[in-house]
């Protein structure tokens, strides 16, 4: 069965990093490889919008809200994606989700909390 796990959430002060990662598990690398994976934030009383998200090519893609500060992008051999963020802000405070688009996987979400 496919899993996504999310990791690397906690509380971080304003203008600081983390990293978030997320690895499948119970899937083939020929069909992980392929696949876009996507970010997506859901803040506290709002609706869940993508982020960030990187094709099979390796190609890309940004909101405007993180853009400049959110680095995607994966380790095929290790089924991972990752999301560097830097210089955080009290907006970017949500659960990350990560997605498996063509497979249609979620993940459980992991917590990222931003002081002002």
């Known amino acids: 069965q496919v899993r996504l796990v999310e990791s690397g959430g906690g509380s971080v002060q304003a203008g600081g990093s983390l990293r978030l990662s997320c690895a499948a598990r119970?899937?083939?690398?020929?069909?992980?490889?392929?696949?876009?994976v996507a970010w997506h934030r859901q803040a506290p009383g709002k609706e869940r919008e993508l982020i960030a998200s990187?094709?099979?090519?390796?190609?890309?893609s940004y909101s405007e809200s993180v853009k400049g500060r959110f680095t995607i992008s994966r380790d095929n051999s290790r089924k991972t994606v990752y999301l560097q963020m830097d210089s955080l802000k009290p907006e970017d405070t949500g659960v990350y989700y990560c997605?498996?688009?063509?497979?249609?996987?979620w993940g459980q979400g992991t917590q990222v909390t931003v002081a002002a």
């Open positions: 990187i094709t099979g090519g390796r190609s890309t």
């Open positions: 997605n498996l688009e063509q497979t249609n996987k």
């Open positions: 119970g899937i083939i690398t020929s069909v992980f490889n392929p696949d876009t």
